[in-house]
C-alpha cells in the first residue's frame, strides 16, 4: 500500500505572478471579462469548482451564470460512470456555438475526465474549440496554463504532472464559495484503495494530506465568517494522515473545540477506517453531526472482496452496531452498486438483506457502469436487464425502510439550517436537519442560512414536513 504523506504546498509565489499578469491583461482590455465555471460530480467536485471561481475572479473576471455571457469556461467534469462523461462532453459540443460567436472565448475543461489519456486525446481530436485541459491534481496551475494560451494563443491539452500527483497540496488558494452558511473543506486528495470498480485512484492519484494546521486555520475563520455547516472532504477522508503521527479521529476532536454555532460533518469514510475511536470522537462532540456516509456498495462478502473493498459484513456491521449504541439518534447513509461483474441473484438478495438489517436513512444507488482501466471492466458483464430489475427492487426496498426511519420523527422537534424558498413549491421552504434529512416548512427570507427549530408534521421516504416554532 503506498505511504500517504503530509504534503508541502506548491509554488505559492509563481502562482501570484501569473495571475498578476492575466489580472493586468483583463484591466487594460478596458472590458469586463465574465467567467462561467460548470461543475459535474462529487462534492470534492465543488470544492475543487470554488477555487477555480475564486482565481478566476482574482485575476480580473467577473462571475455569471450564463455561458453565453462568458469570455472563459470552465467546465469541471467527473469520471465516477460513463454517463457523467457524455453529459460533459455534450455540454462541451453546445460550447461551440458560443465559440462560433465569440473567437475569443477561452474554454477549459478540467477535473477527472481529462486525466484520462482516451478522453484528453477525444478533446484534442474532435473538440478543437477547447483551448485547455486540467487535471485534478494541477487546478493551481490554472494562472499559469490561462496566461500561456492568452500569450501563445495555443491550446493546452494536457494532464497532471507525477510531481502534482505525489508531491503536491496547493494551499492559499482564493475561494470564491456558493454559500455564505454552508462550506467544503478538502482536507486530503486522492485515494490507495484501489476498488476493482473505481477509476478514483487513477484519476485523483495516491492520498496526499493537508497539514493540520492550515485545515483548522481554514475552519476557524469559516466559523468566525458565521458559517454554519462545515463539511470536511476526501475521497477516503477517515484515513487522513495515515502513515504519520496523527489521524483523523484526531483532527475532528480538535476541530471540534473550535467555539461557534455550527455542524461539523465529513464524506466521504471507507468502512475499513470507520473506527471505535472516530465513533467516539463524534458521540462525545460538541459540533460533530450525528451523521454518518458509509458506502456499503453490496452486502455479500463474495462481491465485496471481487470489489476490493478489504472488509466484511461482520466488519461493517460492528461498526453500524457501535455507532447506534453511542448514537442513538445517528443517521447512517451509504451507497451501493447494484449488477456488479459477476453478481448472481443470491449475492443481490443478500444486498437486500443488509439494507433490512441495517435499515438506512437514505441511500444512494448505482447501477454498474464500467470504467475503462479498471480491473472489474474486463469482467463478465451482468445483461442490463437483469441490472434494471434489481435496481427498482433495491429502491422499493430502501423506501420502505427510509419511510419507516422518518416516521418516528413526526411530533418531534427538529433543529434545521434553512436553505430557503423549496425548488419545487415557491410557497415553501426547505432545509436540512443535523442529520442531513431535507425538510419543507413554512419560512421567510429572514430564515435563509440560519437555524430554525421545525416541528414534524408529516413524513415521506425522503423528506419530512413540518411547522416553524419558537
Known sequence: MAKQLIMPPDNLQERIVYMERVRQWNFASHMKRKVYV??????????????????????????????????????????????????????????????????????????????????????????????????????????????????????????????????????????????????????????????????????????????????????????????????????????????????????????????GDYWLRFMTSHPKDASHKLIDVMANGKHIAHQFHLPLQSGNDVVLKAMNRHYDMERYMDSVLYMREKMPDVTITSDIIVGFPGETEEQFEDTLKALSCVRFDMLYSFIYSPRKGTPAAEKEQVPDTVKGNRFDRLLATQNEIALSQNSPLVGKKLRVLCDGVSKGDSQVYSGRTEGNKIVFFDGNPAMVGQFVNVKINKAEAFALWGKVIK
Open 38 to 259: 460548470q461543475t459535474f460530480g462529487c462534492q470534492q467536485n465543488e470544492a475543487d469548482s470554488e477555487k477555480y471561481l475564486g482565481m478566476a475572479v482574482d485575476m480580473g473576471y467577473e462571475q455569471t451564470d450564463i455561458p453565453d455571457d462568458a469570455d472563459l469556461i470552465i467546465v469541471n467534469t467527473c469520471a465516477i460512470r460513463e454517463h457523467a462523461e457524455k453529459k460533459a462532453l455534450s455540454i462541451i459540443g453546445q460550447y461551440k456555438h458560443i465559440k462560433a460567436k465569440n473567437k475569443d472565448l477561452m474554454i477549459g475543461v478540467c477535473g477527472c475526465m481529462v486525466a484520462q489519456e482516451h478522453r484528453r486525446e477525444e478533446l484534442k481530436m474532435k473538440y478543437p474549440y477547447v483551448t485547455f485541459t486540467l487535471g485534478t491534481a494541477s487546478l493551481h496551475h490554472l494562472p499559469r496554463v490561462l496566461w500561456e494560451a492568452i500569450e501563445t494563443k495555443k491550446r493546452l491539452i494536457t494532464t497532471d504532472s507525477s510531481e502534482d500527483f505525489t508531491t503536491t497540496v496547493a494551499e492559499g488558494m482564493p475561494v470564491h464559495r456558493g454559500s455564505d452558511y454552508r462550506a467544503w473543506v478538502s482536507i486530503m486528495y486522492g485515494c490507495n484503495n484501489f476498488c476493482s470498480y473505481c477509476i478514483v485512484p487513477y484519476v485523483r492519484g495516491r492520498e496526499r494530506s493537508r497539514n493540520k494546521e492550515d485545515i483548522i486555520s481554514e475552519v476557524k475563520t469559516l466559523v468566525a465568517e458565521g458559517y454554519k455547516d462545515i463539511t470536511l472532504l476526501g475521497q477516503n477522508v477517515n484515513s487522513y494522515g495515515k502513515g504519520t503521527n496523527t489521524d483523523f479521529a484526531d483532527l475532528l476532536a480538535e476541530l471540534d473545540t473550535i467555539e
